[in-house]
């Protein structure tokens, strides 16, 4: 049940905190209900998550429900798809996307497609978080974000937060889902104080109950001129460049797609509809991705909405260098993402 | 009117010197009892600072900066 506040008769109670401190919210408040959710991962214990994912969760639930894990993934994800596949609702994190490389025959083979072969009768309500996205110079190992290699493969759900009550919402969401989630926390939002500053990941999240419906984008900023269409970090780049161009009389809108699956087909179509000119924004790799998939939601609809032709900006197809002044070359920050709009816009060359 | 103090993270050394580093609230916000108001470091060490008071809170030091542990980092009233 949640109470509403007779004082503030606007909207629920909130308060800032980071996007880090806003997931483990979720996470306690669900526990705190359901004695069938638990966290399983490497580091989620004492260490509260690598990210600050579990901060506080082990003194508060004990270590029979926040669980510390030997480097051994294929072995604990398929422990939680077996806990999910009987009744339990298991958490389980991979600390970088970029380990899915060791287990992904239980992600792909197994979590996604046992509802599927059971011919609908066996669910697995389980959500798989994990850590990514680069900017700190962590190699190419450690940098990828891969959110579109997930959502190539059918058979999960994929929430990518932005923002503290998103990253709040969307978990609360997750774990009551009955299908597989992969929830993926970009580090660079998490509000963490050993990265790079971050003003946009701290912000208002409601006290209570949170949920956010998984497959909703949402229209954080609106404009006239141009949409810029895109998800996790690459919002808050994205906000940056539109507050910029604001001073030059050019209205962007800026769309968090917030879901990869499902995709909200309908909210790229109208705000293209709107604007005519679309950039996207990804920090996963360009080619066979969410860029092109949200392009051709427009194309397979109606090309013509177009007034100019789209411009994806994304990591090149290569490796995400070590060195710092490579790897900004290569992510879609905020400089490139304006020389887009512009482009879009017909201002340059 | 309450102090905030940078809180004793190492008690080996009493006087060691530590980071403010990230405010939760703005120079003039509301706050309410249990509201986390900061993070705050000392060497690798992390921890929350939570108001037990409520009232205006006024920042006395600028995010990120190097604060001795028991100084005064906020006020609220």
């Known amino acids: ?349 | 009117m309450s102090d905030v103090l940078f809180p004793e993270l190492s008690k080996e050394e009493p006087g060691a010197v530590g980071v403010v580093a990230t405010w939760f609230l703005r120079d003039g916000d509301r706050v309410r009892v249990d509201d986390v108001i900061a993070e705050v470091q000392v060497d690798k060490v992390a921890a929350d600072v939570v108001a037990t008071s409520a009232g205006t809170i006024r920042l006395v030091v600028e995010e990120g900066a190097e604060v001795r542990q028991g100084a005064v980092i906020a006020t609220i009233g």
């Open chain 1, 1 to 349: 049940m949640t109470l509403t506040n007779q004082e503030l008769p606007a909207g629920p109670e909130t308060r800032r905190i980071s996007t880090s401190k806003a997931m483990v919210e979720a996470l306690a408040q669900v526990m705190e209900s359901d004695e069938r959710v638990f966290y399983m991962g490497e580091d989620v214990g004492a260490y509260g998550g690598i990210f600050s994912s579990t901060t506080g969760l082990l003194d508060r639930f004990g270590p029979d429900r926040i669980i510390d894990t030997p480097i051994s993934e294929t072995a604990f994800i398929g422990l939680g798809i077996g806990a999910a596949v009987e009744g339990l609702r298991p958490v389980v994190e991979l600390m970088f996307a970029d380990f899915m490389g060791v287990c992904l025959d239980q992600i792909y083979n197994h979590m996604a497609k046992i509802h599927f072969e059971s011919g609908g009768n066996v669910k697995v309500p389980m959500v798989l978080t994990m850590a990514a996205g680069g900017g700190y110079s962590d190699g190419a190992q450690h940098s990828q974000c891969l959110w579109g290699t997930f959502a190539h493969l059918p058979g999960m759900k994929v929430v990518v937060p932005s923002s503290p009550a998103d990253a709040k919402g969307l978990m609360t969401a997750a774990i009551r889902d009955d299908n597989p989630v992969v929830y993926v926390f970009h580090k660079g939002v998490m509000g963490l104080p050993w990265m790079a500053k971050n003003e946009r990941a701290i912000d208002e999240v409601p006290v209570g109950e949170h949920v956010v419906p998984i497959g909703v984008a949402n229209v954080v900023r609106a404009g006239d001129d141009v949409s810029v269409v895109t998800i996790s970090r690459s919002v808050h780049h994205a906000l940056d460049v539109a507050d910029r161009l604001a001073g030059e009389g050019i209205g962007v809108e800026v769309v968090d797609l917030r879901s990869l699956v499902p995709l909200d087909r309908q909210a790229v179509l109208s705000t293209v509809a709107k604007t005519g000119r679309l950039v996207v924004v990804d920090e996963d790799y360009l080619s066979f991705g969410m860029s092109g998939e949200v392009v051709a939601s427009v194309t397979d609809v109606d090309p013509s909405l177009f007034s100019a032709p789209p411009v994806r900006v994304a990591v090149p197809d290569v490796p995400i260098p070590y060195a710092h002044a490579l790897e900004q070359a290569v992510l879609p920050g905020s400089e490139r993402i304006e020389a887009a709009v512009r482009r879009v816009l017909g201002l340059t060359g």
